[in-house]
């Protein structure tokens, strides 16, 4: 069980709150957005990463899915929160899927340790949804973002509780992909 005190616990309310609206407002996405976002929020929050972390996770996919910007995060979060969620955000304008993903991971490396941690959560969070998607090359794919992922983070990540649990889970996959003699 989490237990924060109640001045954080408010900064979070916070958090949770920006999301919620600005996601209900103009944001679009299949997946259970809000749902994902406190998942991975509080699963870093259970390895005791500081509130920054914790306040970045809640609100990183709203960049990508919304119509939020970096400034509007910023006004409410700070600089440093705004510019983890705007590394954490994919470039729309970058339509091979590859290149896109690839170029999201290198500007999240060079924003720094703690993005990379929220990613590597993130990552986390969606890996186990990869056997559900019915089309094999589309699973091969998302194994293959994640092991690149791994990869590019290893040097600089690779201690923290959340990169050994991303790393357990891709072997999992990888072993699954194998037997699917993909």
């Not at 993903?101 to 890996?127: P, Q, V, W």
């Not at 019915?134 to 293959?144: G, P, R």
Request: net charge negative.
């Amino acid at each position: 069980m989490i237990f924060i005190n109640p001045q954080d616990g408010h900064r979070l309310d916070k958090a949770i709150n920006f999301l919620v609206n600005k996601y209900t407002e103009t944001g679009s996405n299949p997946k259970p957005v809000v749902f994902h976002s406190l998942n991975v929020a509080f699963y870093l929050l259970n390895y005791g990463y500081n509130l920054d972390i914790i306040e970045a996770a809640i609100l990183h996919d709203l960049i990508e899915d919304s119509d939020t910007t970096k400034d509007d995060i910023a006004l409410s979060f700070g600089d440093k929160v705004a510019g983890w969620v705007d590394a954490l955000s994919f470039k729309t304008t970058i339509e091979d899927k590859e290149e896109r993903y690839k170029e999201m991971f290198l500007r999240i490396k060079s924003a720094g340790h703690e993005a990379l941690i929220i990613k590597c959560a993130d990552i986390y969070s969606n890996s186990f949804y990869i056997k559900l998607v019915n089309d094999a090359e589309k699973q091969k794919f998302l194994i293959n973002k994640l092991n690149f992922f791994l990869q590019l983070s290893e040097e600089l990540i690779s201690r923290e509780p959340v990169w050994l649990d991303l790393s357990n889970q891709s072997l999992i996959e990888n072993e699954r992909l194998s037997k699917l003699n993909l």
